[in-house]
Structures are given as C-alpha cells and as structure tokens.
C-alpha cells in the first residue's frame, strides 16, 4: 500500500528554477531515506540528492550550490528546489523511498514512477 506522488517537473528555461515534491504514503514503521535520482535515456540512473530522516543531506558534486533537498517528516514529504538550471539537468527525475515495512521492519525500496524535467537553452 506503500505510494508515492511526485509533483513540479515541467518545462523551464535555462537559469530558472523548479520545486519538485514527492509524497509518501502508506503504512511504515519508519522512513529511513528519501532522495531524488535522475536518468535519461540510454543513461544509468544517477543520484541527485537523498535526505535521511534525521536531516543528513547527500548531494551529487554537478548540484552542489544549485540544488537544495528539504523534507516534511510529518507530511512524509521530500522536496527538491532546483535553481539555475541547465540543459544538461534534462531529465525524468524519480523520488526514491527507503523504508522499512510495518510488518517486519524489513529494509525496503520504492520508486516513483518519474517526472519529467525539461531545462531549454
């Protein structure tokens, strides 16, 4: 029952800016990280940002000082504001969930299904 709602990928142009949000639901005994990956086709995915539950922030070096990661503990949210975008930051960006289940408090990953983040030159 476990799911997952991104929002705020879109169309912008070159050195603006977006806010993406990804919102977790379902039954879980606890989060342990929420992040942002990205991928492009013909690409691997790659790491963005991820957020533990504690506040520990990790971010990829090509978003450093550009890209911030936030999260709402209570609302089970992560967020991802993207400033002076690039072509290059072109991508379906997927909210990634690490978790472990109510049941068996059993270390589990879910992902988003992707929103599309389009940056024009």
């Known amino acids: 029952q476990v799911q997952l709602l991104e929002s705020g990928g879109g169309l912008v142009q070159a050195g603006g800016s977006l806010r993406l949000s990804c919102a977790a639901s379902?039954?879980?005994?606890?989060?342990?990280?929420m992040g942002w990956y990205r991928q492009v086709p013909g690409k691997q995915r790659e790491l963005v940002a991820t957020?533990?539950?504690?506040?520990?922030?990790n971010y990829a070096d090509y978003v450093k000082g550009r890209f911030t990661i936030s999260s709402n503990n209570a609302k089970k949210t992560v967020y991802l504001q993207m400033n002076s975008l690039e072509p290059e930051d072109t991508a379906v960006y997927y909210c990634?969930?690490?978790?472990?289940?109510?049941?068996?408090?059993?270390?589990?990953?879910?992902w988003g299904q992707g929103t599309q983040v389009t940056v024009s030159s």
């Open positions: 379902g039954t879980m005994f606890g989060i342990n990280t």
């Open positions: 957020i533990t539950s504690g506040g520990s922030t």
């Open positions: 990634n969930l690490n978790y472990l289940d109510a049941l068996w408090r059993r270390v589990r990953e879910y």
